[in-house]
Structure formats: structure tokens, C-alpha cells
């Protein structure tokens, strides 16, 4: 999916609001979001997910081609986690594809706490999952 | 930044009414929620790509206990951001072959569906709290 098969999608949810106007807030939302990460802002998007800007220090790379050592520069990255919502969303998906017809349900494996198998809800879930 | 944020500044930017701004905001979220769900691919030019991709299942270790234990298949989504976007958060303008670098990162993506070591599993402590 692309921006503009996006903007088509939301203007059939809303066909009160004429596309031009969708196509423009949309726009707008992206925007938003870039001036708020350039401005070393946090970006928390409850059931989506997080968006933060991570500093990477200067360090000494190398030029895959001749070995030869490359400064670089102290930098900005990104980093996005999914939220808790979408990440089982994503995964409950799966679940159903793998199972066949059978509706999965919301935590899977959770209930046989004896078996040593994490899913990703358990994982996430974090009081008593391990990290590994 | 959280989502009233992003509503009060497109309210601000474009100049309709609040109560369409906030509409428009929860389904932009509701939209790409779903086609991440359907596990398809986002490309939002000069913001960047979500991906939905398949980990195989994969013998972790509980780094207290020392005891291993299988992390099941599961699905994870990833963020690339664009060339544009990572100019930004640097204070640069985006190089000039910014469309070819993330054409050509993406083609990457693509022959690198299963491998497990370079996106994380589950997240950090920043993770969206509820």
C-alpha cells in the first residue's frame, strides 16, 4: 500500500470529506510526525506503536572494497517499536492462517504455563516472561 | 508526541474543522493497522516502509536461568525509514539518489525475509505503554 492507496482508502470510510481535504490531512499527518522526530521528539502512538530518535556515536568504519578505515560521524537513527495491539494483531493473523479455520484465540499457549514455548504475547507481555 | 498532538497540529497546518482533523488522524492509524494485519506492505514516500516479516521459530535462552527455551514462529513488523526522513533527523538535505537508495534497500528487504539477526524480536523498554 502507498500514500495514495492509503488516502483512497480512507475517502471510502469517509465519503463525507472530499478527497482533496483527506489527501491534504494526510499529508499533513506525516509532516506532523517528521518535524516531531527532527525535533529529537518521541512519538507514542497508543496500540501502533513508538517512534524515537537514537544517537549513534562517532566510530571507525571501513571501506568494504579496500579495508581502508572510514571515519563516521556521530548520528541520528530511528527507531520504531510496534505497539502491544498491533503486534498481536499481526501475530493472531498468522495464528489463523496456521491453524486452518479454527478462530485462534487471544493468547495463545498462554493457558499451559508448563509449556516452555513463548509466544510473542507472552514475551511482550513482560512481568514473567524471561528476555532473552 | 501522541495522537491529540498530531490532531491539534493538522488541525493547525490545514485549517478544517477539528472534528474532521481527528477523524482523519484515528484512520490513518485504523488503515495502516489493518493492512499491516493482512500482512502487507506500507510505503509512504519521504516518511518510509513497514514490512510485516516471518521469523521462523528459533532456540532462545533465558539469560537469567541460562535455560533454553524455543521462541515460537511468529510475525514481526519493521519500520525502515526513508533516505528523506533519516536527512532529516541529521540536519541534512536528502542526497540526491534518495529514490534509487531506498529502492534498492528495499530490493534488499525482499531477498532477506528470513533472516533473524537483523531486526529485533520484541521490543525495549521504549515500547508503547498502555
Known amino acids: 500500500m502507498t500514500k495514495s492507496q492509503l488516502i483512497d482508502c480512507i475517502a471510502a470510510k469517509a465519503p463525507h470529506i472530499p478527497p482533496r481535504r483527506i489527501e491534504a490531512l494526510v499529508n499533513a499527518v506525516f509532516d506532523q510526525m517528521t518535524q516531531a522526530l527532527k525535533e529529537g521528539e518521541r512519538i507514542e502512538l497508543r496500540g501502533f506503536g513508538c517512534f524515537g530518535v537514537k544517537s549513534r556515536p562517532a566510530r571507525l568504519g571501513r571501506n568494504p572494497k579496500t579495508g581502508e578505515p572510514v571515519p563516521l560521524p556521530a548520528r541520528r537513527a530511528l527507531s520504531f517499536a510496534a505497539g502491544k495491539e498491533l503486534r498481536e494483531r499481526i501475530n493472531r493473523a498468522c495464528l489463523a492462517l496456521d491453524s486452518g479455520s479454527e478462530a485462534p484465540s487471544r493468547r495463545p499457549l498462554m493457558a499451559d504455563r508448563s509449556t516452555p514455548v513463548l509466544t510473542s504475547s507472552s514475551i511482550t507481555a513482560g512481568e514473567e516472561a524471561p528476555r532473552i | ?130
Open chain 2, 1 to 130: 508526541m501522541t495522537k491529540a498532538d498530531i490532531i491539534e497540529g493538522v488541525y493547525e497546518k490545514v485549517g478544517f474543522s477539528k472534528k474532521e482533523s481527528a477523524e482523519i488522524v484515528e484512520l490513518v492509524f485504523d488503515t495502516l493497522k489493518e493492512t499491516l494485519e493482512r500482512g502487507d506492505k506500507i510505503k509512504i514516500s519521504g516518511f518510509g516502509n513497514f514490512q510485516v516479516r516471518q521469523k521462523k521459530a528459533r532456540v532462545g535462552r533465558n539469560p537469567q536461568t541460562g535455560k533454553e527455551i524455543e521462541i515460537s514462529a511468529r510475525r514481526v513488523l519493521t519500520f525502515r525509514p526513508s533516505q528523506v526522513l533519516k536527512s532529516a533527523l541529521n540536519g541534512e538535505a536528502p542526497p540526491e539518489n534518495h529514490a534509487e537508495i531506498d529502492a534498492r534497500e528495499e530490493e534488499a528487504d525482499e531477498h532477506d525475509e528470513f533472516d533473524e539477526s537483523d531486526e529485533q524480536d520484541f521490543v525495549e523498554e521504549e515500547d508503547g505503554k498502555p
